[in-house]
């Protein structure tokens, strides 16, 4: 089993700055793509950012030159660093990765959200 740890959410008022961690532990050979995902109240899961295992990164229209996403391959951890924040930006955070078991398996797991609230 792999388990995915989230942490760094909370509040912050408008324009401020958060920054998650995502920590992947168990049975990992190796981990590809690690991304950060966001669901706000009433609506659906959205992309934020994503990172290769090599460091090509993409990112939602809305987070682009206020997010950076970045990753510690040696650690099995994933980052995003969050400026200017907005209220829109209000949203359970969660991890994703896409896993490579020791069995060659690839399988993709997420983490259980940490919640960042922006106030205005």
């Known amino acids: 089993q792999v388990q995915l740890v989230e942490s760094g959410g909370g509040l912050v008022q408008a324009g401020g700055s958060l920054r998650l961690s995502c920590a992947a532990s168990?049975?990992?050979?190796?981990?590809?793509?690690m991304g950060w995902y966001r669901q706000a109240p009433g609506k659906q899961r959205e992309l934020v950012a994503t990172?290769?295992?090599?460091?090509?990164?993409h990112y939602a229209d809305s987070v682009k030159g206020r997010f950076t996403i970045f990753r510690d391959n040696a650690k099995n951890t994933v980052y995003l660093q969050m400026n200017s924040l907005k209220p829109e930006d209000t949203a359970v955070y969660y991890c994703?990765?896409?896993?490579?078991?020791?069995?060659?398996?690839?399988?993709?797991?997420w983490g259980k959200g940490t919640l960042v609230t922006v106030s205005s």
């Open positions: 994703n990765a896409e896993v490579m078991t020791p069995e060659y398996y690839v399988m993709d797991y």
């Open positions: 168990g049975r990992i050979f190796s981990i590809n793509t």
């Open positions: 990172i290769t295992s090599g460091g090509s990164t």
